[in-house]
């Protein structure tokens, strides 16, 4: 069978599929802390943007352009053919519900950083036919397998955050410096933010964390009560982008 046919057919059974489990299982928006004992995972990774720390940078796009540079993401100057994995969106667009007109100056005008959620209810796992994305159980990171990826795009159509990009083209010549040590994409896959999963592995920040020089991001460990990020999120207000949808987002932001 060609690719084209695999497709529709994969596609077919992938919207029965979506059709029935689009909403959320009570069961599954569940956040690890609230597993049973044995069942919960031993890390949690999550990510806090301090927003106003983030502000006195003006302009600036270092976590962009070190997690781009980090992972062979294109840079395509189309709109229609761009790849992001890191970019900034005006608040009242990344939280709409929390926005209003009588709100901090300084927020009501603010770009925020916004990326893949990592959410512990991931429609975009749900609707995937091949598996090629998936949830990892040991500390929560939505994953992409790009070699299992048909290029079906249910993923984007079930992700509510625009969080996920097709490669319209071959990525490959736009990319200014090909590092080998991380993987390239092809035409036809989809992609989006891995968490710095590679790095992680060895022990290393993610690389938006490494490059940010206001100090606005803290990358962590939910399930230690003493990690930073907890101490974070027990004094401060954090907010999640679109929190009424149960997909349960792992990026909060501190305002
Ligand atoms: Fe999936 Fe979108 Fe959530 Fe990322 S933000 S895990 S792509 S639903």
């Known amino acids: 069978m060609d690719r084209r046919g695999f497709v529709k057919i994969t596609g077919l059974s992938a919207l029965g599929v979506a059709g029935a489990q689009a909403l959320p299982r009570a069961e599954e928006t569940a956040s690890p802390q609230a597993a049973p004992e044995g069942k919960r995972p031993s890390r949690r990774w999550a990510m806090a943007v301090d927003v106003s720390k983030c502000l006195t940078e003006k302009d600036c796009a270092a976590c962009t352009a070190a997690c781009h540079r980090a992972h062979n993401v294109p840079d395509l100057s189309d709109p229609k053919d761009q790849v992001r994995w890191i970019w900034k969106e005006p608040f009242r667009e990344a939280l709409p519900e929390q926005h209003h007109d009588y709100m901090n100056e300084s927020l009501q005008h603010a770009d925020v950083m916004v990326m893949c959620n990592h959410c512990d209810n991931p429609p975009c796992v749900r609707v995937c036919p091949t598996q090629a994305t998936w949830k990892r ?3 929560g990171i939505v994953m992409m397998d790009w070699h299992r990826c048909i290029g079906c795009r249910y993923c984007m159509a079930a992700c509510p955050y625009g969080s996920r990009s097709f490669n319209w083209r071959d990525p490959r010549p736009s990319i200014a410096e090909l590092r080998p040590e991380f993987p390239s994409r092809s035409r036809g896959v989809v992609e989006k ?5 590679e790095r992680l592995a060895e022990g290393k920040p993610t690389a938006c964390v490494e490059a940010c020089k206001a100090k606005a991001l803290v990358f962590g460990d939910l399930m230690d009560p003493q990690s930073p990020i907890r101490d974070l999120l027990r004094t401060r207000t954090a907010l999640r982008r679109k929190s009424g949808l149960g997909t ?3 990026i909060y932001y501190l305002v």
Do not use: A, H, I, Y
């Not at 933010?193 to 999963?197: D, I, P, R």
């Open 137 to 139: 159980d040991q500390d």
């Open 193 to 197: 933010c891995n968490f710095c999963e």
């Open 248 to 250: 349960e987002p792992q």
